[in-house]
């Protein structure tokens, strides 16, 4: 029976590999948006198609489009011209594009998944962040060579330089450490590029996960963060008033090296689900962050964003919520007066490129661009650059839509990506009630979940069919017709795995440690999972049954770890958390061994 399941499994992770190459390429899918130095010329970086396409800002067209050697995630334009692009995962690249012949010329190696690329004012140094190596690499551009490595906090996706180069401006996109403590939060990383050192992480407010986009002020004051404000400490019993999820807007002084406030980018009654990119004009007049749930643009005055924070920072009440600072992050009203939501045309906006009055948007799933005149004297309006024919769409690439989509949800709070961003985990503990009330669980990762199981950490839904139709019902508090559901069945069935950074000797002498530890009885290959449930001595008083065994794919991405995320790292799990040996026999191991063990279990 035992070979026969290894048999299924294996077939299974070939198919749903396969599966999520080909919908990835079936999509332009623009991800990254940059302005060319004459402001001319709008660059979009289409991470399906993988291609550059170059739009001129005058006709609304599309001009040229240039072949990429892997898929890009972010860019950096050059005075000379020349475009910077990040790409691919492991090796990751830049790929160094001169738009006027139309053609990639050169690269430059790059970490893993490499992303959101900064240039030196001077032009000969350009910051990449590797979302997966937890670093960043400086690139010397004329050598082509690494000058430096500097670690930051977790998964940095977004970045900003200041106009004087001395500080990197990083955001992490998830939090760090163990959730199941008093505070969990995601940080800002400033970097010191003279140094090449980070010389403050900058925690925000508790719950603060699914960092997405940072940009700063012309002068480089303050900065300014889009993420996912979880209200995890509350049970999941209802979504009015943000009772979940609120969507958040975090301002930094970033000379005085500290937070200054987070503001709700939410109305009272109407969520604005998954802020994404974020953009300040040139002036410094305006503040624009991209929605990616509820496909719109908040365009905030930032002079008046300010002096409210002034204000209420010098003890002035400034609504009927924020009597003082603190209070601020709670309030659903502080941005009244001061900020237009336009909705947009198309579907799931990410980056976004201020050019004049004009700000455009990579509208996802759609495959165009948004386009919204800020123009004083008008009111915002809205309108689509299309990037390319229109594609009908897949079932998968349907589903990947909604689990993104916060318009599935009473009063569009949250999507399933607000928990589970790219289906995977936002590293926070939530209060679920399908096992009770009391008892939060780390969040686990949807990748494989229709392939193992049951689902849920405790086994409570049979299948990830039923927890897909439960969460719908019961976290989003909607009714949709059933084909939505078997769409974002086949959405989460296609997600392919990402190669793990954890790869070398040490991991490989692990596999011998992981099978005379016993770990491969219940973790087998190629899995990592036996579908059998344990008692591997972690449950609390709330936790009534054995825990289920999880898939060790990507477990490397899923820290913090077991049921309710007390363990920061895998060496934890095998030492702090196993003293009993219940959890493989672990306690005779050496100090080496245990290295060696953790590694081949972060390897998969």
């Known amino acids: 029976m035992r070979q026969d399941r290894k048999k299924i499994v294996a077939l299974a992770v070939v198919a749903f590999v396969c599966v999520g190459i080909a919908n990835a390429q079936e999509y332009l899918s623009p991800v990254a948006l940059a302005v060319s130095p004459g402001g001319d010329i709008v660059y979009v970086a289409e991470s399906g198609a993988r291609k550059l396409a170059m739009v001129d800002i005058a006709t609304r067209s599309v001009t040229k489009e240039i ?19 990040t790409g691919g995962e492991t090796p990751g690249l830049v790929m160094i594009v001169d738009p006027k012949p139309g053609a990639e010329t050169s690269t430059m190696s790059a970490g893993h998944t490499p992303m959101a690329p900064q240039l030196a004012p001077d032009g000969r140094t350009l910051y990449v962040c590797n979302r997966f190596n937890n670093d960043v690499s400086v690139l010397d551009v004329e050598s082509k060579a690494e000058a430096a490595r500097i670690p930051v906090v977790r998964e940095p996706v977004a970045s900003a330089l200041t106009p004087d180069g001395k500080t990197l401006v990083v955001a992490n996109h998830l939090p760090d450490g163990p959730s199941s403590g008093d505070y969990t939060a995601a940080a800002i990383s400033l970097i010191d590029t003279e140094s090449k050192q980070v010389v403050k992480n900058i925690v925000l407010p508790n719950g603060s996960s699914s960092v997405r986009g940072v940009c700063l002020s012309p002068d480089g004051k303050f900065a300014y963060a889009t993420h996912v404000l979880g209200r995890y400490q509350m049970p999941t019993t209802q979504l009015e008033r943000g009772w979940m999820n609120t969507n958040a807007l975090s301002i930094l002084n970033v000379p005085d090296q500290k937070w200054i406030n987070t503001v709700l980018l939410d109305d009272v009654d109407l969520g604005a689900a998954n802020p994404w990119g974020v953009a300040c004009g040139a002036d410094g007049r305006l503040i624009c962050v991209a929605h990616a749930g509820t496909h719109e643009i908040s365009v905030i005055d930032a002079t008046k964003l300010h002096e409210r924070l002034d204000k209420v920072a010098g003890g002035e009440p400034v609504t009927e919520v924020s009597q003082k600072p603190e209070d601020v992050p709670n309030d659903l009203s502080f941005l009244v007066g001061m900020r237009q939501r336009v909705k947009l045309p198309g579907n799931g906006p990410r980056g976004l490129a201020i050019a004049g009055p004009l700000v ?8 165009d661009l948004g386009v919204v005149d800020t123009n004083p004297a008008a009111r915002p309006k809205a309108e689509a650059i299309a990037l390319g024919a229109a594609r009908e769409m897949s079932v998968a690439r349907k589903g990947e839509m909604f689990f993104n989509d916060a318009a599935l949800c009473f009063q ?77 069945d086949e959405y989460l069935k296609s997600l392919a795995p990402v190669p793990s950074p954890h790869t070398g000797e040490t991991a490989r002498r692990g596999k011998a440690v992981f099978e005379q530890a016993g770990c491969a ?66 306690s005779h191991l050496s100090p080496d061994q245990l290295k060696d063990l953790a590694a081949f279990v972060l390897s998969y």
């Open 521 to 586: 009885q219940c973790h087998p290959e190629p899995m990592g999972t036996d579908l059998q449930p344990y008692d591997v001595g972690t449950a609390t008083d709330m936790d009534k049954k054995p825990f289920d065994t999880p898939a060790l794919i990507e477990v490397w991405r899923t820290a913090p770890y077991l049921h309710d995320g007390r363990a920061a790292s895998m060496m934890e799990v095998l030492t702090v958390f196993n003293k009993e040996d219940k959890h493989g026999k672990t």
């Open 360 to 367: 455009f948007a990579a509208q996802y799933f759609t495959n």
């Open 412 to 488: 569009h709070w949250q999507s399933c990506a607000s928990c589970h961003p790219d289906g995977r985990s936002d590293a926070l503990n939530w209060d679920l009630l399908n096992d009770g009330m009391g008892n939060p669980k780390n969040t686990k990762s949807m990748l494989l979940s229709h392939r193992t199981p049951p689902a849920m950490s405790l086994g409570a839904r049979d299948t990830a069919e039923t927890a897909v139709r439960s969460g719908i019902k019961h976290i989003q508090f909607a009714v949709r017709p059933e084909e939505d559901a078997m769409a974002i």
């Open 67 to 85: 072949a990429l050697s892997a898929a890009p995630s972010g860019m950096a334009v050059a005075p000379d011209g020349r475009v910077f692009v």
